[in-house]
């Protein structure tokens, strides 16, 4: 190990400790007004991992040259917060919402339950199934704004609003293992390991299904109660807004598509988003505020994060090379509440003759954790920048996130381990 490499480590263990403590610096925030911007910024989870990553590469730049630094941020593949900040976008543009909410609504009215409630569930189990095949980014993203004005709302006792983040941030986890490209983690191995769609269905997919529909299940009957103000709101006339054009609308869904099609080619898909922001632009009346900060927000964190995890692999692989497969399983649903997911599996496809039960041991663990922390998983991100107005303080508190996904985390370790 290098001097450099020690201190990355260090900044990753301060950045983690950071990312655990932003409700500190929002306090102080309100202590000291003369320094509030200061305090405001440093208490935005989003912006966490960028800050301490900003400092890596000023250490190595000191360290080991500016040549050195910029050739390391040059060498990290950033196609990952792109397409996160891309699909984050679109996905929350009022042609695509709508007509998504239209689709929920129809559904949930057939359905034996309430109206709130059943569009609870279906967000909390259907569309996080459907990020299998539009990416597990937008299926957040769809979810949590549909969900925020029904759950994270007040009137709801905070601890079921961290219990539904957490089966929210388990079940987009786990609802993208139905194919072989939709989740991050499955996609770093998939190739290297040759898992293609049908061999995720039949491994991870079913499985995965049962636990979705188990944890959204329990979550909504325990939130069934606090749901009645959703119901009179679902209930009332619809403030009549600008109908959106069908063929608006089907352009939308096109760009879309395009983007999750094209989501490994950053040159198209970027190009589809100015394409995209040229439409939204000429026909604005059909559009809400395009969500370009929040957006933003999370792709410096996942830029952040890859650009601090780029250096963690020199005491990471030793340890996910070390384990036999029990033990990787459990290992992984550990490791991952501390770093990426993507990274981890990631890791364990550079291990020569890493044997099957391992390989799916370690993808299962790593999965199942996904929605333990912040940064377990890349869509988290996307969900506390959309819902953390929802909470007290405006912030999302990482031991409230991490009681309220350690029953869905559960279910989802056991049908995988079962």
Not at 31 to 44: D, T, Y
Not at 73 to 82: C, K, V
Not at 116 to 144: D, F, H, K, N, R
Request: aromatic share 10%; glycine share 8%.
């Amino acid at each position: 190990m290098s001097i450099i490499e020690l201190i990355a480590a260090a900044l990753f263990a301060l950045a983690l400790i950071h990312s655990f403590s932003t409700g500190y610096f929002q306090r102080l925030e309100q202590r000291h007004p003369k320094h509030a911007g200061l305090f405001h910024l440093l208490g935005e989870v989003e912006l966490v991992f960028g800050f301490w990553s900003v400092l890596l590469i000023a250490a190595m730049a000191w360290l080991e040259g500016p040549a050195k630094a910029i050739g390391y941020a040059e060498s990290r593949q950033y196609t990952e917060p792109l397409f996160v900040f891309v699909i984050m976008v679109i996905a929350a543009s009022r042609p695509v919402v709508s007509n998504i909410e239209a689709l929920i609504a129809s559904i949930a009215s057939r359905l034996p339950l309430r109206a709130a409630p059943a569009q609870v569930w279906l967000c909390l189990a259907l569309l996080p199934l459907i990020g299998s095949l539009i990416t597990e980014p937008a299926a957040m993203t769809l979810a949590a704004l549909m969900l925020g004005p029904l759950v994270f709302r007040p009137g709801i006792p905070e601890r079921l609003k961290y219990g539904a983040l957490g089966v929210l941030f388990v079940n987009i986890s786990i609802g993208g293992t139905l194919t072989a490209f939709a989740a991050p983690p499955v996609l770093m191995v998939a190739a290297n390991w040759n898992w293609d769609n049908a061999f995720m269905a039949s491994q991870f997919g079913w499985k995965a299904m049962i636990a979705v529909l188990i944890n959204a299940t329990a979550i909504t009957f325990m939130l069934r109660q606090h749901l009645h103000d959703a119901d009179a709101a679902l209930a009332a006339p619809a403030a009549q807004a600008l109908p959106v054009p069908r063929l608006l609308s089907l352009i939308h869904f096109a760009l879309l598509a395009g983007v999750i099609l094209f989501a490994h080619r950053p040159v198209i898909f970027i190009g589809l988003f100015l394409l995209f922001l040229g439409i939204a632009q000429a026909y604005a009346s059909h559009q809400n505020k395009l969500m370009l900060k929040e957006a933003l927000l999370v792709g410096l964190f996942l830029g952040g994060l890859l650009l601090l995890g780029g250096m963690q692999q020199w005491w990471l692989q030793p340890i996910v090379a070390g384990l036999e497969p029990a033990a990787l399983f459990f290992g992984a649903l550990g490791l991952t509440a501390f770093t990426d997911n993507a990274a981890l599996t990631y890791l364990g496809s550079l291990i020569e003759g890493i044997s099957d039960p391992a390989k799916y041991m370690l993808v299962a663990g790593a999965v199942a954790g996904g929605g333990m922390t912040v940064i377990a998983n890349a869509p988290n991100p996307a969900g506390v920048a959309l819902l953390k107005q929802g909470f007290q303080d405006a912030s999302i508190s990482a031991a409230g996130l991490a009681v309220g996904a350690a029953l869905p985390t559960v279910v989802a370790a056991a049908v995988f381990w079962l």
